[in-house]
């Protein structure tokens, strides 16, 4: 894999990608983008109609509850009251990254605008994170990977987050 950004001239960020890359990239933020799914809103339509959530419970999955994690740990009911306010907008905004991603991630290259490309790195971010909760990704992981096998079955997935960490850093260092 080879993906990278640059500077663009005029601009901007130059991304290049293959078949592969792109094919990985749109799988991970489909699936993100379905995990982010806007959640249960209050059947009274003014709280739905700006986005109060019907639920105020830290999410049980612990992708959820990395992704949107709670505002005031030490206080539950001022967590909860911020989640039931906030939440749906957040996840709007990870949906809204995400189709960013997906409508400009082709096979080979493509110039991103600052907006797109600030998109991109939030949703590679949000890709990251719920990949490395998965896998339970440690400060030692990168050792690990240096280590493991092509054999062991893990090593597609670790390799793909190794992949993630190396495309967003080059977006990051591309962009500023």
Do not use: C
Not at 60 to 83: I, K, S, T
């Amino acid at each position: 894999m080879n993906g990278n950004f640059a500077p663009a001239p005029g601009g901007g960020v130059a991304l290049r990608l293959d078949a592969g890359e792109v094919a990985i990239l749109r799988s991970l933020v489909s699936q993100l983008m379905g995990l982010v799914e806007p959640p249960e809103t209050h059947d009274d339509p003014l709280a739905r109609a700006v986005g109060i959530s019907a639920s105020a419970a830290t999410p049980a999955d612990p992708v959820l509850a990395r992704l949107f994690p709670d505002a005031y740990p030490e206080d539950p009911e001022a967590a909860g009251e911020f989640r039931r306010y906030t939440e749906g907008q957040l996840r709007e905004g990870k949906r809204a990254d995400a189709a960013v991603v997906l409508e400009t991630a082709n096979p080979g290259e493509a110039v991103l605008d600052a907006e797109q490309a600030r998109a991109w790195l939030r949703s590679l971010n949000d890709v990251r994170l719920a990949l490395g909760v998965r896998l339970e990704v440690t400060e030692d992981t990168h050792e690990e990977i240096a280590r493991m096998s092509e054999d062991d079955p893990r090593y597609p997935v670790f390799v793909t987050y190794d992949w993630l960490t190396f495309l967003q850093d080059s977006l990051v260092r591309a962009l500023w």
